[in-house]
């Protein structure tokens, strides 16, 4: 349908909160279409609604991630909770669609169980470890208006907001809010 602009940091748009979706209608299909060819056009891995500005709860993990088959449709989360976590914390590389060109080690658990809607307004659960498990707890931090750089140290934090300088300076413009 449509490429959607990435709301990158420190936009504000990324730490409002997020609104439960209530009804599973035609405006949200589309947003579901839009958020899935925004993910695959910036190379994403998952993508939340909040991250082009929408601030309703939904995420979605490519498919490939979710399932491991390269041609599987990605996983659509509606109204999404973490219901579990576990296994232990490691340290993983991440990136992110808001944080451009910026990947840091970030320790989270080794596992997570999402409970959440598909579009068919159906519950369902998935669970994962290793990179889903990353993915999940990622996507899902952004409807908390939980950041990639709040997960780090103040050394990161710094190279965080020095790589993003030099990023808003190669678009030729400048950020929404001071760095």
């Excluded at 910036?42 to 601030?55: K, L, N, S, W």
């Excluded at 809607?117 to 996507?139: C, P, S, T």
Aim: proline content about 6%.
């Amino acid at each position: 349908m449509a490429v959607l602009d990435i709301v990158t940091f420190p936009d504000p748009r990324l730490r409002q909160p997020t609104v439960e979706v209530r009804d599973i209608d035609d405006g949200i299909r589309a947003l579901v279409r839009d958020l899935t060819d925004t993910m695959y056009a910036h190379d994403g891995a998952g993508i939340a609604a909040i991250q082009v500005g929408r601030p309703e709860r939904i995420f979605l993990i490519d498919g490939r991630v979710a399932t491991g088959d390269p041609k599987a449709d990605p996983v659509v989360f509606i109204n999404p909770a973490v219901v579990e976590t576990g296994g232990g914390v490691a340290g993983g590389e991440e990136g992110c669609l808001s944080f451009p060109g910026v990947f840091v080690d970030v320790r989270r658990p080794r596992r997570a169980k999402v409970r959440a809607l598909n579009l068919a307004g159906e519950a369902f659960e998935i669970e994962g470890d290793g990179l889903l498990g990353r993915a999940l707890q990622h996507e899902y931090d952004h409807l908390e208006g939980r950041l990639l750089i709040d997960m780090v140290g103040l050394v990161k934090k710094e190279m965080i907001r020095r790589r993003l300088k030099r990023w808003y300076a190669e678009q030729g413009r400048a950020p929404v809010a001071a760095l």
